[in-house]
């Protein structure tokens, strides 16, 4: 190789961008359906905002009823969806639903990812650890445990976890609020899809269970394309069309 020719290929090494979590490449297989993934807390009526705009599009759409009683558990529920779909699918999660879909992720039906101010493990990591680095929401210290399952007091729940939500929507999305092990939160993935599949991430700017911050590094260690809302938690209650709009953009879609 000339010394020139050395030269050339050094600078062009130097100008390219670094991305030590994935190369991601631009969307490039248009999907058919959409798998939707609750989190903690909640169950599949928390999409229901989200889902019509979606179906309007043409999108086929399951929502995951999330059996929250272990991790594996989890995975399986949103393994037989995945089975269920017929061509490319948008995989989209809430909050620890993140958690299922960076292990799940991996499936060759999977064309993307979506995160809903969501959890993004890394392969066998101690996500517990990692999220101590950043200050706690206060939603935490409304958690009450019983029998190893955990929910969320009605006063937390309305004010921080619903937080951005009407209030009578919030009630009722606290009447079926879903009894979560405490166990789930300390499981650790063996797949981080994430760092192999296109991510895209909606970071919910008031967020009183996950700290914004988080969710910002998180964002950002996966290349996701990003955008921010002025929400809580819950911002696929409060704000669908967003949130929609992101997924419709993750399945080659036209927005709404």
Request: net charge neutral.
């Amino acid at each position: 190789m000339s010394l020139w020719r050395s030269l050339f290929v050094a600078a062009s090494l130097l100008a390219a961008p670094l991305n030590l979590a994935h190369a991601q490449t631009p969307q490039t297989v248009k999907a058919k359906n959409v798998v939707l993934v609750h989190g903690a807390w909640a169950d599949g009526s928390s999409w229901s905002e989200v889902i019509p705009i979606l179906q309007a599009a043409g999108l086929h759409v399951t929502a995951v009823q999330n059996p929250l009683s272990s991790l594996s558990d989890s995975v399986e529920a949103t393994k037989r969806a995945l089975a269920e779909q017929d061509g490319p699918t948008v995989l989209v999660a809430h909050s620890w639903g993140g958690t299922v879909i960076s292990q799940v992720g991996t499936d060759s039906k999977v064309t993307g990812l979506v995160y809903v101010a969501a959890r993004a493990p890394d392969t066998n990591e101690d996500f517990v650890a990692l999220s101590k680095q950043f200050p706690a929401g206060p939603a935490r210290a409304g958690i009450v445990e019983r029998d190893g399952y955990t929910k969320l007091s009605e006063e937390a729940f309305l004010k921080y976890f619903a937080n951005g939500v009407k209030p009578a929507q919030a009630k009722e999305l606290y009447a079926v609020q879903w009894p979560t092990a405490a166990s789930i939160f300390a499981g650790r993935t063996t797949e981080a899809a994430w760092r192999s599949k296109p991510s895209w991430y909606a970071v919910s700017k008031n967020d009183y269970t996950i700290n914004p911050d988080f969710e910002r590094f998180l964002a950002k260690r996966m290349n996701a394309t990003t955008i921010e809302l002025d929400a809580g938690h819950l911002s696929l209650v409060s704000h669908p069309k967003e949130v929609a709009n992101l997924i419709l953009d993750a399945a080659g879609y036209p927005r709404s």
